[in-house]
């Protein structure tokens, strides 16, 4: 079983749309847990922390299940510029040593 | 300024050519990382620098050689590379190494074609 697994997707949505990933991890024992999106050639940047609270910011929600070790990442009113793969990451707490999971592709279309 | 610069951008060598790759950040961050990607694949961790002392090395071969000069510096020394190793190589920094919500903040990445 991989440390972090991702809906394989691809998710091609119309804009204005609400879409969901989710996202499961094996080791108990992380402790950080991040959404980062990754556009066509370009590096991964932070989206979000996501916190044991959930936490959102603007059109963007995370939520974190400990019990079910799950996070999840739900994206309101979609936009083109939404466009790109989305990247759950989960660290342990001693190395920050980031496992990703395979990354989940979004389209967004007019 | 939470930037990670990398140079070069681009880099196309030869089995038995050695070169390396440079990243530099200037954010005060004590941790720094190297990490390799394939197309459509995950970034896959190749070594961790924790206040200048490499913390992590995830069984990458000896003709991968990291170092790390200063706290602002990384380097990736290459040599007698194998084609299976072209890439898109990402360096990242982090305020420290561990810790609960330690982001890391990746630079734009060298990309590596090996003839």
């Known amino acids: 079983r991989k440390e972090v697994e991702q809906d394989p997707g691809p998710f091609n949505v119309p804009e204005g749309a609400t879409v969901a990933f989710n996202c499961t991890y094996s080791n108990s024992a992380s402790q950080s847990f991040f959404w980062y999106r990754q556009d066509c050639r370009k590096e991964p940047k932070l989206l979000m922390s996501?916190?044991?609270s959930g936490n959102e910011d603007g059109r963007f929600t995370a939520q974190l299940n400990r019990a079910s070790q799950y996070i999840s990442l739900l994206i309101r009113d979609s936009k083109l510029s939404d466009s790109a793969t989305y990247l759950c990451v989960v660290t342990t707490y001693n190395n920050n040593d980031m496992r990703f999971g395979a990354g989940t592709r979004l389209t967004v279309k007019p | 300024d939470t930037e990670v610069t990398q140079t070069p951008k681009h880099l196309v060598m030869g089995m038995t050519n050695k070169k390396s790759l440079k990243c530099e950040q200037h954010?005060?961050?004590?941790?720094m990382y190297w990490y390799k990607q394939k197309a459509k694949k995950p970034p896959e961790l190749m070594f961790v620098y924790s206040y200048e002392k490499l913390s992590i090395n995830e069984s990458v071969p000896s003709r991968f050689s990291p170092e790390c000069p200063n706290s602002s510096l990384l380097n990736l020394h290459l040599h007698a590379l194998q084609p299976e190793d072209s890439a898109l190589y990402l360096c990242?920094?982090?305020?420290?190494?561990?810790?609960?919500?330690?982001?890391?903040?990746f630079g734009p990445g060298t990309r590596l074609t090996v003839l």
């Open positions: 990242a920094s982090s305020h420290v190494a561990g810790g609960p919500y330690n982001e890391q903040f």
């Open positions: 954010m005060g961050h004590r941790a």
């Open positions: 996501v916190y044991s």
